[in-house]
């Protein structure tokens, strides 16, 4: 068991804070029952587990950490103390780990059924990406592309509030330009989203493959990155408020082109409506 917090291999996962050590190693650190159980379950690439016996109160967990010690995979113990030093969670559960990271070329990505994909702009908020993840998958969405400037979707504030979709839908990155290249080649139809958009989200239809962008937080699309798209829409604004959070635009722009692609017959209703055993209620926290 690993006691100091000066330890070489405490030390190498404690960078992983950091964006720079991310890149450079491709790693990530995902901590907490739930999350790294998600992990587990869909099969990421999960490096090492992070154990303090100590703090691991958890049935689940501690059945976990004994079905990966018998699959060879690398289990790291470390007292209470070391952990929580790790830790960035108030109440630290005692398991964690060293997972790589996920990403797919934007040649490889295949355009499927609606909602099809996610681009965003120079997202900034983690957590506002991470929400994004979250309602992707919730979707059925398969997946988000990043664009240019954009947050680390593998920031702790993203994993964390990605809720475990991080390990379900594709992510990818490319520049702006290339993404322009791509869209045409593939004949990807382009939605986004502008307050001063003529057209109401709900009034027009939403041709396929589709894909859906969206701009950053504090500037939304520029008029290059608008006049790259077949559509643009506008969310109404009935109050005080002229705009929307990213994520909640996303959102409800998502669950519009779900509600089109169920109604086109382009979707099964009641695949789409039975949850799968471990899975909550849909509008839980």
Same mark, same amino acid.
């Given at each position: 068991?690993?006691? %100091?917090?000066?330890?070489?291999?405490?030390?190498?996962?404690?960078?992983?804070?950091?964006?720079?050590?991310?890149?450079?190693?491709?790693?990530?650190?995902?901590?907490?029952?739930?999350?790294?159980?998600?992990?587990?379950?869909?099969?990421? $690439? *999960?490096e090492a587990l992070v154990v303090a016996p100590d703090l691991l109160s958890s049935p689940f967990a501690r059945e976990l950490v004994d079905q990966q010690a018998a699959a060879r995979t690398r289990i790291i113990e470390v007292s209470a103390e070391v952990f929580v030093g790790l830790s960035q969670k108030d109440g630290p559960q005692g398991l964690a780990a060293v997972a790589h990271?996920?990403?797919?070329?934007?040649?490889?990505?295949?355009?499927?059924?609606?909602?099809?994909?996610?681009?965003?702009?120079?997202?900034? $908020?983690?957590?506002?990406?991470?929400t994004i993840l979250r309602t992707a998958d919730a979707v059925g969405a398969a997946g988000v592309i990043l664009l240019d400037d954009a947050t680390d979707p593998y920031d702790p504030v993203a994993l964390r509030a990605s809720m475990g979709a991080i390990f379900a839908v594709q992510l990818a990155h490319a520049s702006f330009a290339e993404f322009a290249t791509w869209k045409h080649?593939?004949?990807?139809?382009?939605?986004?989203?502008?307050?001063?958009?003529?057209? $109401?989200?709900?009034? *027009?239809?939403?041709?396929?493959?589709?894909?859906l962008l969206m701009g950053s937080e504090r500037q939304g699309l520029s008029p290059a990155q608008?006049?790259?798209?077949?559509?643009?829409?506008?969310?109404?604004?009935?109050?005080? %408020?002229? %705009?929307l959070n990213l994520a909640v635009a996303t959102g409800v722009l998502l669950y519009e082109m779900l509600?089109?692609?169920?109604?086109?017959?382009?979707?099964?209703?009641?695949?789409?409506?039975?949850? %799968?055993?471990?899975?909550?209620?849909g509008a839980g926290g």
């Open positions: 068991m690993i006691t %100091s917090s000066a330890n070489p291999t405490v030390r190498q996962i404690r960078a992983l804070r950091q964006r720079k050590e991310r890149e450079r190693t491709g790693l990530f650190f995902i901590e907490g029952v739930r999350l790294v159980g998600e992990a587990v379950q869909v099969g990421a $690439d *999960v990271q996920r990403w797919t070329h934007l040649a490889d990505i295949r355009l499927g059924p609606p909602p099809g994909w996610v681009a965003l702009v120079e997202p900034a $908020d983690p957590g506002n990406l991470g080649a593939r004949g990807a139809f382009l939605v986004g989203a502008s307050d001063k958009a003529p057209a $109401d989200y709900q009034a *027009v239809t939403y041709a396929q493959p589709l894909v608008q006049s790259l798209c077949d559509l643009m829409v506008r969310l109404p604004m009935r109050g005080r %408020s002229d %705009s509600s089109q692609g169920r109604r086109a017959g382009i979707l099964h209703q009641d695949a789409l409506d039975t949850p %799968s055993p471990d899975q909550g209620e």
